[in-house]
């Protein structure tokens, strides 16, 4: 086991080849202890193949990975044991009950009896899912299989927890819910690597994120940062011809008069303004959409 | 002690719960679980054995129905472990997504191996000594030898279970595992000489038998279970056996792990 230095997760010239496909090239960021670290990046950018080399269960072509101070491709086992993972399908053990999910966990972790019954108890309480405790999987709606995720990934107490795309597909209640539980970890100290499509997300719970594209690091900072270095001020989205049948224009402007006065004058042209977002900055560096597929 | 020591000592136990955990699984539905490997022995003997047997000369100082009582326990072996190891493993790793799951947790790929070995060794071991004992207890096998059957089931389980492991690296789907069912499985079944002796085979197949686990699960069951030739058959298709289990389970292991561990 050897540290590199104080960061939590250090990452330097990682590359990953799939035969001749490289999926990804030279990335290279690091994470300090407590911070919550953003992985952005349309489908396909490979987030999730960075995230499995993280916590060790994919190697890597190339680079340097050091993660709480191990290497994941040598001492994945070890590494695991202090991190806590949630995958973006959920992977929930179908043929077992909500707590019978959280005590296998519990015995892989090494915790056992009473201080596994009790924590698992705290634990279900904690994200409202005590009612459900022997309920099978198949009778969890979308919200609770998350969150029933979320919470045995905090059964071994994680010092590292690594959320992949935790509140896709989840209604805005839910949502707030693992937000607020993520700011609470945060506040004890965990430190989170999350990756997500949700920009809002990302720019409220984010210290710190990079954005890949097409394997490789385009930017990284934090996100109020990045958006006032590349993208300040606002962005206004409206139909060229005012008529709704024209190509839709996407255009940055300092102020909201400017966008005011940039519609067509008596054209009955309408659009919307908004503070500049993440979204904004990537499209600007990339000419592509976070949300579109390679 | 050894950190490696603590590591090995550490990736047994987790292997050791990975095959809990199917133990877990498999004892939400025992009943249904079961239930094939308890009929299909019962209607083996009733209809083989009993009723065809009757119809057929005896060759040798044995009933029909003794003589394929051994076959029938080492063949509770082959297929709980063949089918647990393709479909069961299939349907865990490419449907319930368990392993990726697994993976999160200190369990690796080696982990996950490891421990779907020690399932179906288990699985092999406690089905057939189950099915022995129910044998001698209907006076159809003898009880001399009867403490060697687990380890017997062990054999069987890990090779042919290997076999079913290697399939999942082959089929492109869960369907094509019958087309592995009906070219290895099926004639490593009929041509073991659990129904009649190979001697009268042709030479040809005798030599094939060889290289069939099966076979030599059946001879190791007919020593065992008649309680005659028990060591030399124990040493040579005991050997074998163990041998090809061995050389299964890592052309398994070599097939598996680059998929489990990308």
């Known amino acids: 086991m050897s540290v590199l230095g104080a960061a939590i997760v250090e990452v330097k010239g990682l590359g990953k080849a799939y035969g001749k496909t490289q999926v990804l090239s030279d990335v290279g960021f690091s994470i300090n202890s407590g911070e919550c670290f953003g992985l952005l990046g349309p489908n396909g950018a490979g987030k999730s193949t960075l995230i499995k080399i993280i916590y060790g269960v994919v190697a890597r072509s190339q680079g340097d990975v050091r993660v709480l101070g191990w290497d994941p491709q040598v001492d994945g086992k070890e590494l695991r044991k202090h991190l806590g993972v949630v995958m973006q399908d959920d992977a929930l053990d179908e043929a077992m009950t909500v707590r019978g999910n959280m005590l296998m966990f519990c015995r892989f972790h090494g915790i056992k009896g009473r201080q596994a019954a009790s924590r698992v108890d705290d634990l279900l309480e904690s994200m409202s899912l005590t009612a459900k405790a022997q309920a099978k999987i198949s009778a969890l709606s979308g919200g609770m299989r998350r969150r029933l995720a979320f919470v045995r990934s905090l059964l071994s107490n994680p010092r590292l927890l690594i959320l992949d795309e935790p509140t896709t597909g989840l209604d805005p209640a839910v949502r707030h819910a693992l937000w607020d539980k993520i700011r609470e970890l945060k506040r004890n100290g965990t430190t989170t690597i999350l990756t997500t499509h949700y920009m809002d997300e990302a720019e409220v719970l984010c210290d710190r994120l990079v954005v890949i594209d097409q394997g490789r690091v385009k930017i990284q900072g934090n996100p109020k940062q990045l958006i006032q270095d590349h993208c300040p001020g606002y962005v206004g989205v409206f139909n060229e011809d005012g008529a709704g049948t024209g190509n839709t224009i996407r255009r940055e402007y300092a102020t909201i008069d400017a966008f005011t006065s940039d519609m067509k004058p008596g054209g009955g042209q309408t659009g919307v303004i908004r503070p500049s977002n993440l979204e904004d900055v990537f499209l600007k560096l990339t000419g592509r959409d976070l949300k579109e597929n390679d | ?262």
């Open chain 2, 1 to 262: 002690m050894t950190s490696h020591l603590r590591s090995s000592i550490e990736s047994v136990r987790l292997s050791g719960l990975v095959a809990l955990r199917h133990w877990l699984v498999f004892r939400r539905d025992f009943f249904a679980n079961v239930s094939p490997t308890l009929v299909d022995p019962f209607l083996y003997i009733l209809v083989f054995g009993a009723w065809l047997g009757t119809q057929m000369q005896s060759a040798g100082p044995r009933s029909y129905l003794e003589f394929m009582a051994p076959g029938i326990a080492a063949m509770t072996a082959l297929f709980t472990s063949f089918f647990e190891g393709s479909y069961g493993f299939y349907v865990r790793l490419v449907y319930e997504n368990v392993f990726k799951a697994l993976m999160t947790t200190p369990v690796g790929p080696r982990e996950v191996l490891f421990g779907e070995l020690i399932w179906l060794g288990s699985k092999g071991a406690i089905m057939s000594s189950f099915v022995s004992l129910v044998l001698v207890v209907m006076g159809v096998a003898k009880p001399n030898y009867l403490l060697l059957t687990p380890i017997m089931g062990i054999l069987i389980g890990v090779s042919c279970g290997a076999i079913g492991l290697l399939a999942c690296t082959f089929v492109k789907n869960i369907n094509q595992f019958q087309a592995v069912y009906a070219w290895i499985i099926s004639p490593m079944f009929f041509v073991s000489g659990m129904f009649v002796p190979i001697a009268g085979m042709p030479a040809l197949i005798q030599k094939v038998c060889w290289l069939s686990p099966f076979y030599h699960g059946v001879q190791l069951a007919q020593a065992t279970l008649w309680a005659e030739g028990v060591l030399s058959a124990w040493i040579i298709h005991g050997g074998i056996l163990a041998a090809m289990a061995g050389l299964l389970a890592t052309w398994m292991w070599h097939r598996i792990y680059p998929q489990l561990y990308g």
